[in-house]
C-alpha cells in the first residue's frame, strides 16, 4: 500500500502568553492508504496537534508534513481548504453539524462547496450514504431531533460524501455511550473495508483503540510506540 | 472555475440563502436587527413619498401659478426675482420693451409661452363706515326730489346711530383719559352732531350739516382700513389662458384687454371683510376641517375674544332699525334679556365649542343681510396709490372686477396673497414709460380728460398757478383729497372700457417674465439655450428657475427635504452601527460553526459570503415589510389625507391637506438603502468570519 501521511521530524510550538509550550517535539509517522489507525494518548498528550496537523488545520513549526504527496508547508490556505475539502474527510467529537440544516443539507454540504456535481449526482450519493449509515429515513430531519449516536453517523456520512482518501476523527466516541461508541466505531471500521478508506481517529480510550488496527501512542509530544492492535497487553 | 463549479454556483447560492433563511429564525439578535431595518424602511418609504408628494405639489403650484417653469429678467437688476416675498421687494430693473424679447423667446422649439410681469406694492385705503354712509346720504340728498323720502329719513337716522356710536366712545373716553387728553373741539362737534336741535334743522340746509359732519365727525371714527396689497401686474389674458392653477372664485375675469384687477380671494377674506366674519369663518373652518376646539386651542380663543370686544364695525352699519332687528335677533339665539346692543353683541360673539354652529347660522343667515360684509365688492373700483420708480406717489383707479385663488394656495399668506392686475394699470403705478409710449399716452389722456397727479408734480403745479389741481384747490394738499380729485376727473370710466390690443399690452415694461415650457424635463437646457439667446441677441436677460423665482418659498422645499434626508441619514447610521454590534455578536456565537465549515472545506471568500448574504437577506425580508407597511400607510394616507396645522403646512401642502402618492423614487431608493445599510454593516462581522480558525472546530464543546 502507497504511503498516504508521511511526518517526518515534525515539531509545533504554541506561544501562550510568554510561555512556549512544546506540543509536538520531533515526531515521525507514516500512515499507508487504506490503513484503520488509533492515535492514543491521555488529555495534553499532543494527539490532537498531530491529527490538526494531518488534517491541514494547522501547520508545522518544523519537519515535514506531506498529505497524499503534497508537502503542507508549501500550501497557501486556499490550497490547504481545498486539499481538506477533495482529500480529508472531518468526523468531530461534538458532531459538528450545522444545527440550521437538515440531515440531507448536512451530507450534501461539501459537495455544495466542490462545485463539481450535478443535483442528480448529489442527492444519490448523499441518499446512498445516509442509507449505509442507516439514517435514510432521517433525510429531512434537523439535527437537533436526532440522538448523540445519530448525530454521529450524519458527520460519517458528511465526512464520507466527497470520497476522500483520509477519515480524521478526533475523539469520535468520546461524547457517546460505550454501546452507540462501539456501533460508530464498527461502521467505521465497514466504511473502511468498503470503500478502502484510510480512518486516522484519536481516542484515550482502551476499549476504542481495541478497534483499530494499528495504535499509535503519544506521550509528551513524543510518539513513544507504534504497534499493531491486540500487539499490547 | 470549470463549466461544472459554474453550473454548481446557482445551489451554492441557494445553499447561502437558505442557511441565512434558517437562520433568520436561530438567534434574538436578527429579530433586533429586522426591526430596526424594518422602522428605517418604514420611515424612509413613509417620509419620502410625503416629501416627493409635497415637492411635486407645491412644485406644479409654483409653477403653474405664477412663476413658470422659468423666469427671465433684466440683467442690470440688482436682485433676483423673489415672487412669493410679500415683504421684500426685489429691486428688478424694467425690461423696457416686452415684446422684444417675447418674440425671440417664443422661437425656442420648447418654449410654450411667455408670460410679462412685474410685482409691486401698495396701501389701498378704503372709506369707513361712516364714509360710507354718509356718502350714501348725500347721494340721496342730491338726488331728491327723486329719491323717495324715507329713504332720507333711513339714512338719516343711520348716520346719527354713527354719530351716537361714537359719543358713546368718547364718553368712555373721557371718563379714563387724564385732563386735556381728549380734544374739547370734539367733544364739542360730537356734541353738536348728536343734539336733537342739529337733526331738526338737517332739512333746511342739507348739504350744510353734511359738510359738517363730513369734516368733522366722520374724521372721528378711527376704522379706516389700511390694507397693504401685493400684486402682479400681467398680461391678463395669457395668464389666465397659460397658469392652470388660477381660478375666479368671485365675479368675473377681468374681459380681455381691459384694465383691471382681480384680488386673491385669501386678501379678500382676510382684509376686505368684516373681521366679526372673518373671524366666525377662520373658527368655523378650524372646527370643521381641522377638529379643533375652542375650549382647548388659545388662537380660537382670542379670536372668539376679538369678537366679543370688537362689535364696533357692525354697531356703525347699523341703522337704528336694523340695529333693533338686531337686538331681537340676538336675544332669541342667546336668551338673553339685555337691551343694549353692544352688550347683546358681545354675548352672542362669546361662542362656545357647544353653541358656536348654532351662533355662526344665526350670523350668516340673519344678521348679515343686514350688513356689508365687504368693504369692496366685485363691479367697485379701487384707488391704489403706490411709490413709483422715480419716487412720486402714483394713484390709480382700477375696477376690480371679482377674486381669484391659485388652486393649492389658497390658505396661504406666504403666497397666496399676490393679486392680479393688467399690466397697464401697473405701468402707470410703476412710473416707467418709454419714450415711444410717452406721446401715445399723453394723446390718451388729453382724449380722456385724464391726468396723472403725483404728489411732486402737484405742488410744482400748484404753485405755478394755472393748472386745473390749482383751480381746484386752495392751499393746503392734502393727499386723501388729492386722490378724491383724481378720481373725478380721471374720466374713469374711458378707461375702463377701452381695450388694449396684444401688441398695446407687449409693447412696453415688464419687470420680468414667465416662461413655461412644453417639457418641463428639459429645463435646464431650455435655460441654458434661453441664456446663450439673449447674450446672443444682446436680449440683456438673466434666467432662473421656478424655485429660485419663487423666492425664499423655494428654497423651503429643499430645506425639507435636507431635513428629511438628514434624518434618514442619521436613522441609518445609526442603524448601522447597531446592527454591525449584533451581527458581530451573532457571528461570536456562531465561531463554531464557521470554524466547522473552514475545516470541511469552506474557503474563506464562501464564509464572507454567507455572513453577507445573511445579513442581506434579512434586511431584504425586513425591508420589503417595512416598504410594504409602508406602501399601506400612504395609500391609507392618499385616502385620509395629512390635515395642514399651519399656514406653512398649508403651502407646503398645496391645500387644506396632503394626499401623498406612493413614490415609485422612494421605494426604490429604500431598495438600495437597505442593500447599502446591511451591507456595509455586516462587512466587519463577515471579514471577522473569515478570520475564523478551522482548528476552533475541533475544540471541545464547552
Partial sequence: MPEIVSIVNVRKDYHLDKVIVQALQGVDLSVDAGEFISIAGPSGSGKTTLLNLIGCVDVASSGTVRIAGHDTASLSDRELTRLRLNTLGFIFQSFNLVPVLSVFQNVEFPLLLQRRTTRGERTRRVDELLEKVGLDRHALHRPSELSGGQRQRVAIARALVTRPQIVLADEPTANLDSVTGDTILALMKQMNQAEKTTFIFSTHDAKVMSHADKVVRIADGRIVAAQAAGAHP | MTLQSLRALPSEAALLVRISLRNLSGSFLNLIIGMIIFAGTLFFVVGGSIINSMDTGMSQSIIGSVAGNMQVYSASSEDSPALFDNWNLPDLAAIPDFSKVRAPLMANPNVREVVPMGVGSALVVCGNSADTALERLRKAVEARPRAPRGQIESLKAHVRQIVNVIQTDYDSLSRVAVKNAVDKQSVQDLARASSDAFWNGFDADPLG?????????????????????????TDLDTFGSTFDRMQVVDGQAVPKGRRGMLLSKFVYESFFKLKSAYRLD???????????????????????????????????QLDPLSAAKCADIVRAATGSKETALPKLLESFFDTTDANFEDRYKVFYGQIAPMLELYLLKPGDMLTIQAYSKSGFLAAINVKVYGTFQFKGLEKSDLAGSLSLMDLMSFRDLYGYVTPEKVAETKRLEAEAGARQVSRADAESELFGGDSLVGDAKEGNINDKAELGDVAQRVKSQDLVTRTYSPDEINQGIALEAAVLLKDPSKLKQTMAEIQALSDAQKLNLKVVDWQKAAGNIGQFVFVAKAILYFATFIIFIVALVIINNAVVMATLQRVREIGTMRAIGAQKDFVLAMVLTETVVLGLLFGSAGAALGSAAVAWLHHAGIPAFNVFLYFFFSGPRLYPDLSTGSLIAAFFVVLFVTCASALYPAIMATRVSPIQAMASED
Fill in chain 2, 282 to 316: 377662520e373658527i368655523h373652518e378650524a372646527i370643521t376641517t381641522q377638529g379643533k376646539k375652542i375650549a382647548s386651542d388659545p388662537d380660537l380663543q382670542e379670536f372668539v375674544k376679538q369678537n366679543r370686544t370688537e362689535t364696533r364695525e357692525i354697531l356703525l
Fill in chain 2, 209 to 233: 350739516h353734511l359738510e359738517f359732519l363730513e369734516n368733522k365727525v366722520a374724521g372721528l371714527i378711527p376704522d379706516a382700513d389700511q390694507i397693504y396689497l401685493h400684486y402682479a401686474g
